[in-house]
């Protein structure tokens, strides 16, 4: 069989966190009855004109400065035109012509090493509304609640070949974005939408292959599955000495199988023509310089900062600032405590053991800084002990309480009373001969056993270094 | 006396004194249309009761103060492609024959807040796509001058309202000479201001570049005082400007010395009605003896702006008109299978001919392979028109032609042969497209007894000079009130 290599670019569509929609000031959040964030500019309305939100035109800036994109301080938007259900205009109003960020790069590292990916451009436009599809009364139903909710799409060059590639390249834009609080970019809830455009060609060929598009894909790992399927049949397409045709095809993540949407033949003519209710939007360079004023601490330089002034393993820092979230968390809590550390500590451990537990999202933390590093104050000056301090974390972590009076009322301060620890700890190794037996046999985990069994007697509440202490005496 | 012989301004003044009632005006306009709508069919929609209701509600403020300004209490009529809350609002078009907006346009709130009351709203064609108002899928509008002819158009309804008596004012709407056309063709007086000027916000779209809300009227007093009531900067409209003043009454003096004024001399040449040449020539004559210094020039371009304009309007036309599709509202076909037969069939079904062609002739200059041919080549057209006017206006205050070739086409005519009727546009389309604001009045009547228009043509923002251009040579004119409208006094 020849030798392959494959040619990888992505459209990336994210939404972006404006309180309000592009064009009209209806609500973008998440979830209200059908068609109740709504207004005559979001449903089409005869004779509604658009209006453009400016927050929009911030984000995409921001995004395409950080990463290293030239900004276009011209810009216009143009009508894409079609007729769908969800579009209530039956045109979309986005950028063509004119798109406000061209020719950027960012850089990733994979096993295979640091590459660098070229941006070829990043366009502003307005999402659709939904359309719900009624089986029951066999009718199709629309919500605009959505239409109108600003989109930036992010348009790559070819330049990735694998799966670790796109994965590194979505990775490093998703943190840039939620760095700059742009948006959320969760895919399985669509405020980030990726669609793989991937051809093969044999190993030295100086023309890429035709390429496909795929689309319906809700995680990295429904992406990586995709792109491999995908490379794959079309390699078998050229090896029976078939073509591959060029096409929009749909992924199906539970039958790990994609099938062809549209052919090019049937791609329809956009007519694209510049939006005439929509005035050129002009980004003068003190506009340009205050949001490039604004770009926050991204995450490389976090990650070295970490390092350097904290101390902390790379691995710490690594984790810590995979989400924006852990990483305000973690500097809010240090500032408190000056233990960063021991914070990162409850960070990667109970803090993620926890989220895994919930299926959250860092995102999704409600607990304070404060609180949090009321917790490891509490555990350093020795008011409570390591197994209460977990409880205590884990009602912190769910109701955001304040740890404080929590461990005062329940009555769980740390137990240093050694005349009352040794009455416990008699009683323990009384009870249990074998372990005593085991112990003085030289196996070194009954000791534990014994810590355990007083550990429990004492309520979980016992100084476990005091407990130590009279064991081995008493031992 | 005959409330409906008043002008506008003349009415609101009568009812600041207390001579009239607002009830009694309209009334009087409500009557007026009883008798003579049936004949001339200017109104698609009257509001009798809500006009009734309107009348005691701005009466009352009025008494009490609260509503002082000169439309206080005077019906208007509107053209039905501008939104009005609760009021059936067609475009003159099947597909939108069921359509009641929940929202009032900008301009028409503008005129509520100073107390107009809405007697109705007018024939047009549809979706503003005509010259005559036959294009109407609703009715057919008859000028009133001369019941065998059409009143002009896209606002011939407007016009002919006004001409008629059946209102005191009305708004029309402007692309490519919607408001000047039907007022010269029906005798009365229409701004198509700058753009920008008035808000287009619950405008029914038909050539979003290009259209323009105006006043359409007896006088040039009351169209200056018209449009200081409706224009207004929009925060809603994207295109709204917000302009140095929005005082145009302070224009209407009777002096031109000095104004300059250009005649280009394309204007005067093949094609023009010799009836209308003489009668346009003859204003210039009367101007110039007031004191205004008349010259011809060369306007370059002149010939390249009905084909720009019709590329341009007609494009965004497709695009604009894409929403009416049978889903969320207008009209959708009785029977239909899946979706894409549906939105063929409503369209098809809702959509009149002349709607038509303009959508495929827009869809196709779009379209890929042919746009830089065709859409950009009129984009860099108009621009180029601009610039002309620009150089012109270096040189003149005021640029002085014929509002139409010709007077009012007999009805049928027109819509046998488009070409001809799109060529008829020519004095009016460039200064769409340039963004001008242009007025047209009644300059004479031709041996047939039609009325003949007068355009003023005026740099951006510059509304001033042909108002006051427009009212000194109104001085010197006798207004002319069609026999329809005398035979009520």
Same mark, same amino acid.
């Given at each position: 069989?020849?030798q392959?290599?494959?040619?990888?670019?992505?459209?990336?569509?994210?939404?972006?966190?404006?309180?309000?929609?592009i064009?009209?000031?209806?609500?973008?959040?998440?979830?209200?009855?059908?068609?109740?964030?709504?207004c005559?500019v979001?449903?089409?309305?005869?004779?509604?004109?658009?209006?453009?939100?400016?927050?929009?035109?911030?984000?995409?800036?921001?995004?395409?400065?950080?990463?290293?994109?030239?900004?276009?301080?011209?810009?216009?938007?143009?009508?894409?035109?079609?007729?769908?259900?969800?579009?209530?205009?039956?045109?979309?109003?986005?950028?063509?012509?004119?798109?406000?960020?061209?020719?950027?790069?960012?850089?990733?590292?994979?096993?295979?090493?640091?590459?660098?990916?070229g941006?070829?451009?990043?366009?502003?436009?307005e999402?659709?509304?939904?359309l719900?599809?009624?089986?029951?009364?066999?009718?199709?139903?629309?919500?605009?609640?959505?239409?109108?909710?600003?989109?930036?799409?992010?348009? /790559?060059?070819?330049?990735?070949?694998?799966?670790?590639?796109?994965?590194?390249?979505?990775?490093?834009?998703?943190?840039?974005?939620?760095?700059?609080?742009?948006?959320d970019?969760?895919l399985?809830?669509?405020?980030?939408?990726?669609?793989v455009?991937?051809?093969?060609?044999?190993?030295?060929?100086?023309?890429?292959?035709?390429?496909?598009?795929?689309?319906?894909?809700?995680?990295?790992?429904?992406?990586?599955?995709?792109?491999?399927?995908?490379?794959q049949?079309?390699?078998?397409?050229l090896?029976?000495?078939?073509?591959?045709?060029?096409?929009?095809?749909?992924?199906?993540?539970?039958?790990?199988? /994609?099938?062809?949407?549209?052919?090019?033949e049937?791609?329809?003519?956009?007519?694209?023509?510049?939006?005439?209710?929509?005035?050129p939007?002009?980004?003068?360079d003190?506009w340009?310089?205050?949001?490039?004023?604004?770009?926050?601490?991204?995450?490389?330089?976090?990650?070295?900062?970490?390092?350097?002034?904290?101390n902390?393993?790379?691995?710490?820092a690594?984790?810590?600032t995979?989400?924006?979230?852990?990483?305000?968390?973690?500097?809010?809590?240090?500032d408190?405590?000056?233990l960063?550390?021991?914070?990162?500590?409850w960070?990667?451990?109970?803090t993620m053991?926890?989220l895994?537990?919930?299926?959250m999202?860092?995102?999704?933390?409600?607990?304070?800084?404060?609180?949090?590093?009321?917790?490891?104050?509490l555990?350093?000056?020795?008011?409570?002990?390591?197994?209460?301090?977990?409880?205590?974390?884990?009602?912190?972590?769910?109701?955001?309480i304040?740890?404080?009076?929590?461990?005062?009322k329940?009555?769980?301060?740390?137990?240093?009373?050694?005349?009352g620890?040794?009455?416990?700890?008699?009683?323990?190794?009384?009870?249990?001969?074998?372990?005593?037996?085991?112990?003085?046999?030289?196996?070194?985990?009954?000791?534990?056993?014994?810590?355990?069994q007083?550990?429990?007697?004492?309520?979980?509440?016992?100084?476990?270094?005091?407990?130590?202490?009279?064991?081995k005496?008493?031992? | 006396?005959?409330?409906m012989?008043?002008?506008?301004?003349?009415?609101?003044?009568?009812?600041?004194?207390?001579e009239?009632?607002?009830?009694?005006?309209?009334?009087?306009?409500?009557?007026?249309?009883?008798?003579?709508?049936e004949?001339?069919?200017?109104?698609?929609?009257?509001?009798?009761?809500?006009?009734?209701?309107?009348?005691r509600?701005?009466?009352?403020?009025?008494?009490?103060?609260?509503?002082?300004?000169?439309?206080?209490?005077?019906?208007?009529a509107?053209?039905?492609?501008?939104?009005?809350?609760?009021?059936?609002?067609?475009?003159?078009?099947?597909?939108?024959?069921?359509?009641n907006?929940?929202?009032?346009?900008?301009?028409?709130?503008?005129?509520?807040?100073?107390?107009?009351?809405?007697?109705?709203?007018?024939?047009?064609?549809?979706?503003?796509?005509?010259s005559?108002?036959?294009?109407?899928?609703i009715?057919?509008?008859?000028?009133?001058?001369n019941?065998?002819?059409?009143?002009?158009?896209?606002?011939?309804?407007?016009?002919?309202?006004?001409?008629?008596?059946?209102?005191?004012?009305?708004?029309?709407?402007?692309?490519?000479?919607?408001i000047?056309?039907?007022?010269s063709?029906?005798?009365?007086?229409?701004?198509?201001p700058?753009?920008?000027?008035?808000?287009?916000?619950?405008?029914?779209?038909?050539?979003?570049?290009?259209d323009?809300?105006?006043?359409?009227?007896?006088d040039?007093?009351?169209?200056?005082?018209?449009?200081?009531a409706?224009?207004s900067y929009?925060?809603?409209?994207?295109?709204?400007?917000?302009?140095?003043?929005?005082?145009?009454?302070?224009?209407?003096?009777?002096?031109?010395?000095?104004?300059?004024?250009?005649?280009p001399?394309?204007?005067?040449?093949?094609?023009?009605d010799?009836?209308?040449?003489a009668?346009?020539?003859?204003?210039?004559?009367?101007?110039?003896?007031?004191?205004?210094?008349?010259?011809?020039?060369?306007?370059?371009?002149v010939?390249?702006?009905?084909?720009?304009?019709?590329?341009?309007?007609?494009?965004?036309?497709?695009?604009?008109?894409?929403r009416?599709?049978?889903?969320?509202?207008?009209?959708?076909?009785?029977?239909?299978?899946?979706?894409?037969?549906?939105?063929?069939?409503?369209?098809?079904?809702?959509?009149?001919?002349?709607?038509?062609?303009?959508?495929?002739l827009?869809?196709?200059?779009?379209?890929?392979?042919?746009?830089?041919?065709?859409?950009?080549?009129a984009?860099?057209?108009?621009?180029?028109?601009?610039?002309?006017?620009?150089?012109a206006?270096?040189?003149?205050?005021?640029?002085?032609?014929?509002?139409?070739?010709?007077?009012?086409?007999?009805?049928?005519?027109?819509?046998?042969?488009?070409?001809?009727?799109?060529?008829?546009?020519?004095?009016?389309?460039?200064?769409?497209?340039?963004?001008l604001?242009?007025?047209?009045?009644?300059?004479?009547?031709?041996?047939?007894?039609?009325?003949?228009?007068?355009?003023?043509?005026?740099?951006?923002?510059?509304?001033?000079?042909?108002?006051?251009a427009?009212?000194?040579f109104?001085?010197?004119?006798?207004?002319?009130?069609?026999?329809?409208?005398?035979?009520?006094?």
């Amino acid at each position: 069989m020849k030798q392959y290599e494959t040619v990888i670019g992505l459209e990336v569509h994210v939404e972006l966190a404006t309180k309000t929609k592009i064009f009209c000031s209806c609500s973008t959040a998440f979830g209200g009855a059908p068609n109740t964030h709504t207004c005559p500019v979001c449903t089409g309305m005869p004779g509604s004109l658009p209006v453009l939100n400016k927050q929009v035109v911030e984000y995409a800036m921001a995004v395409g400065l950080a990463t290293n994109c030239t900004i276009t301080q011209y810009n216009k938007f143009d009508r894409k035109n079609y007729f769908y259900p969800d579009n209530p205009q039956n045109y979309q109003i986005s950028q063509l012509y004119l798109p406000i960020c061209r020719n950027g790069r960012v850089e990733i590292e994979t096993e295979a090493g640091k590459k660098s990916i070229g941006i070829h451009e990043i366009h502003m436009e307005e999402d659709a509304g939904k359309l719900i599809h009624d089986e029951w009364e066999n009718c199709s139903l629309v919500d605009y609640n959505r239409s109108g909710v600003p989109l930036i799409e992010i348009v /790559s060059e070819p330049d990735m070949c694998s799966a670790d590639e796109v994965i590194a390249y979505l990775e490093k834009l998703r943190l840039i974005i939620q760095y700059l609080g742009a948006s959320d970019c969760k895919l399985q809830e669509g405020s980030m939408r990726v669609d793989v455009n991937l051809s093969v060609m044999e190993v030295g060929a100086k023309e890429f292959g035709t390429r496909t598009e795929m689309k319906n894909l809700n995680s990295f790992k429904a992406i990586a599955r995709a792109i491999e399927n995908e490379r794959q049949r079309q390699i078998e397409l050229l090896e029976e000495g078939k073509s591959v045709t060029q096409e929009t095809r749909r992924w199906d993540d539970n039958k790990a199988y /994609s099938y062809a949407m549209r052919s090019k033949e049937d791609a329809q003519d956009y007519r694209y023509f510049p939006e005439p209710d929509l005035v050129p939007v002009v980004i003068d360079d003190e506009w340009l310089a205050a949001v490039k004023s604004k770009e926050p601490e991204f995450r490389d330089a976090k990650k070295n900062r970490y390092i350097n002034d904290y101390n902390l393993p790379e691995y710490d820092a690594d984790i810590i600032t995979l989400y924006k979230k852990l990483a305000d968390i973690f500097e809010k809590t240090t500032d408190i405590c000056k233990l960063p550390k021991k914070v990162s500590n409850w960070l990667i451990g109970e803090t993620m053991k926890l989220l895994k537990e919930k299926a959250m999202e860092p995102d999704e933390i409600t607990f304070s800084p404060e609180n949090f590093a009321k917790v490891i104050l509490l555990v350093e000056n020795g008011t409570i002990n390591g197994v209460i301090a977990k409880d205590v974390f884990k009602i912190v972590f769910e109701e955001n309480i304040d740890p404080d009076k929590y461990v005062e009322k329940k009555g769980l301060k740390m137990n240093n009373d050694e005349v009352g620890l040794k009455k416990i700890v008699e009683e323990v190794i009384a009870a249990n001969p074998q372990s005593v037996e085991d112990y003085h046999n030289g196996k070194d985990k009954a000791i534990g056993f014994l810590v355990g069994q007083t550990m429990k007697a004492a309520k979980g509440k016992a100084n476990p270094g005091i407990v130590n202490k009279i064991l081995k005496e008493l031992l | 006396m005959n409330i409906m012989s008043l002008t506008a301004v003349e009415l609101g003044k009568k009812i600041k004194q207390k001579e009239i009632s607002v009830e009694e005006a309209v009334i009087a306009a409500l009557d007026s249309i009883e008798a003579k709508d049936e004949a001339v069919g200017s109104f698609v929609t009257v509001c009798r009761d809500k006009a009734m209701e309107d009348a005691r509600e701005i009466q009352g403020k009025i008494d009490r103060g609260e509503l002082d300004g000169p439309l206080a209490g005077v019906p208007v009529a509107i053209k039905d492609n501008m939104c009005t809350e609760g009021i059936l609002t067609t475009c003159s078009s099947k597909i939108l024959s069921n359509f009641n907006p929940a929202y009032t346009a900008e301009a028409v709130l503008n005129l509520q807040k100073a107390g107009a009351v809405i007697i109705g709203k007018t024939n047009m064609d549809e979706f503003a796509m005509g010259s005559t108002t036959e294009t109407s899928a609703i009715k057919i509008t008859k000028n009133p001058w001369n019941q065998e002819h059409v009143p002009g158009g896209s606002s011939g309804g407007s016009c002919a309202a006004v001409a008629a008596e059946e209102c005191h004012y009305a708004l029309g709407s402007d692309t490519g000479g919607s408001i000047r056309q039907p007022s010269s063709f029906c005798g009365v007086t229409g701004i198509k201001p700058t753009y920008g000027t008035v808000s287009r916000y619950g405008l029914i779209a038909y050539g979003s570049s290009l259209d323009q809300i105006g006043p359409v009227a007896k006088d040039v007093t009351d169209c200056a005082t018209i449009l200081e009531a409706i224009s207004s900067y929009d925060a809603k409209d994207s295109t709204s400007v917000k302009r140095e003043n929005y005082d145009f009454t302070s224009a209407l003096v009777d002096d031109v010395k000095g104004l300059k004024i250009g005649i280009p001399k394309a204007y005067f040449e093949d094609g023009l009605d010799s009836e209308v040449k003489a009668a346009v020539l003859n204003a210039a004559k009367v101007l110039e003896k007031k004191g205004a210094i008349v010259e011809e020039f060369d306007l370059g371009l002149v010939n390249f702006a009905i084909p720009a304009y019709y590329v341009i309007a007609s494009a965004e036309a497709s695009s604009n008109l894409a929403r009416f599709d049978g889903v969320k509202y207008g009209y959708r076909t009785s029977e239909y299978e899946g979706l894409h037969n549906m939105y063929k069939k409503s369209r098809s079904e809702g959509f009149g001919p002349e709607v038509k062609r303009r959508i495929m002739l827009g869809s196709f200059v779009l379209s890929s392979g042919y746009y830089d041919a065709y859409y950009l080549k009129a984009l860099k057209t108009k621009a180029l028109i601009k610039k002309e006017f620009d150089k012109a206006f270096e040189k003149y205050d005021v640029i002085l032609g014929p509002a139409a070739p010709t007077t009012a086409p007999k009805l049928g005519e027109s819509l046998k042969d488009p070409i001809k009727m799109y060529l008829g546009d020519i004095y009016t389309v460039s200064v769409n497209l340039a963004g001008l604001p242009g007025i047209s009045l009644p300059c004479g009547v031709s041996s047939q007894g039609l009325p003949i228009g007068l355009q003023l043509i005026g740099d951006c923002f510059k509304e001033n000079n042909i108002i006051r251009a427009a009212y000194s040579f109104e001085k010197s004119m006798t207004y002319n009130r069609c026999d329809m409208a005398k035979q009520f006094d």
